[in-house]
């Protein structure tokens, strides 16, 4: 194999036309420059030069080394140039959250890729669990969750709690048992976990989500509240998805006496560094986060 470094070497000097200048280029001695072309020529047995004085042509086989060596030596630079780019405005950012999370925060990551249009952001709205396994196996670059990460490969970073809110037709401006009751639950994937902390918590009728008169199934967190806003029933969300909901009219949101809220975890991988794109995605979500 060539040696990059005397082909470069070669290639400087039929560019530059003068063992002195090439040398002054690269930094060398004149010697060394000479050195680098006679071991080209030993390693490959032919003559690359045409010696006259202090002067030189090429040979054949040194113009077609020229010819053949020169884009290699480019594309090697580029393959260095891309390698160790690091962009913070260019290139693929994955996320995954919840859905209430990502309700909230899609619009502001599509804001940045607005600026910096060469940003294209995928961002993924799924279960902890499975966002958990996405971060551990580098399938994204970060996800935010409810739970903390109990995967070795998964670091996890408290950012900052999201309120539950219980949520009934904007006609109920108070709520009993009773009421809650007769009206029903709207239930989502999620519905029954956040139903037994918030429910529990401030009734002491309550006693298992299982129990609750089930009037409808979501699993679009963008419209789990439509049925609500009819007033078909009643359900428990995280705030963001509240905040997010079209008809705020025709929905009422109550903060209880007892306050619950989940917690928000950034997950990222415990043995690799984020690229700088990933970074500035971050940065501009964790400043919408509790705002």
């Known amino acids: 194999m060539i040696n ?5 070497t070669f290639c400087t000097l039929v560019e530059v036309g003068h063992f ?3 040398a002054q280029k690269l930094f060398m001695t004149q ?3 000479s050195q680098h072309i006679r071991k080209l020529e030993t390693q490959l047995k032919t003559e690359l030069l045409i ?3 202090k002067q030189f042509s090429l040979s054949d086989a040194g113009q077609r080394l020229y ?3 020169k884009p290699l030596l480019t594309a090697m630079v580029n393959i260095e140039r891309e390698v160790t780019r690091d962009d913070p405005y260019e290139g693929g950012v994955k996320v995954m959250s919840p859905g209430s999370v990502g309700l909230k925060l899609y619009p502001k990551l599509l804001a940045l890729q607005a600026c910096y249009p060469r940003l294209s952001i995928d961002y993924r709205f799924a279960p902890n669990a499975d966002i958990q396994k ?3 196996e580098s399938q994204i670059d970060f996800g935010f969750m409810s739970i903390k990460p109990t995967s070795p490969d998964v670091r996890g970073e408290l950012l900052a709690s ?4 219980l949520v009934t037709p904007a006609d109920m401006r108070t709520v009993s048992w009773q009421g809650l009751t007769e009206l029903g ?3 989502h994937p999620d519905g029954a976990h956040h139903a037994d902390l918030l429910l529990s918590a401030n009734f002491q009728q309550f006693q298992h989500s299982d129990l609750l008169h089930r009037k409808g199934f979501s699993n679009q967190i963008s419209l789990i509240l439509e049925p609500v806003s009819r007033g078909l029933g009643f359900s428990v969300l995280p705030a963001y998805a509240v905040e997010a909901f079209n008809a705020q009219h025709a929905i009422k949101a109550h903060h209880l006496n007892v306050a619950v809220s989940e917690p928000l975890y950034v997950g990222v991988h415990s043995k690799k560094s984020l690229p700088n794109r990933a970074k500035t995605a971050l940065d501009e979500a964790l400043k919408w986060l509790g705002s």
């Not at 990059?4 to 470069?8: A, G, K, M, R, S």
Request: proline share 4%.
């Open 4 to 8: 990059l470094t005397w082909l470069n």
């Open 20 to 22: 002195t200048h090439t």
């Open 31 to 33: 010697s060394g420059v």
């Open 51 to 53: 010696r006259e004085g």
């Open 67 to 69: 010819e053949q060596g």
């Open 134 to 136: 996405a971060v551990g």
């Open 162 to 165: 999201e309120p539950l809110l």
């Open 185 to 187: 639950f709207i239930d």
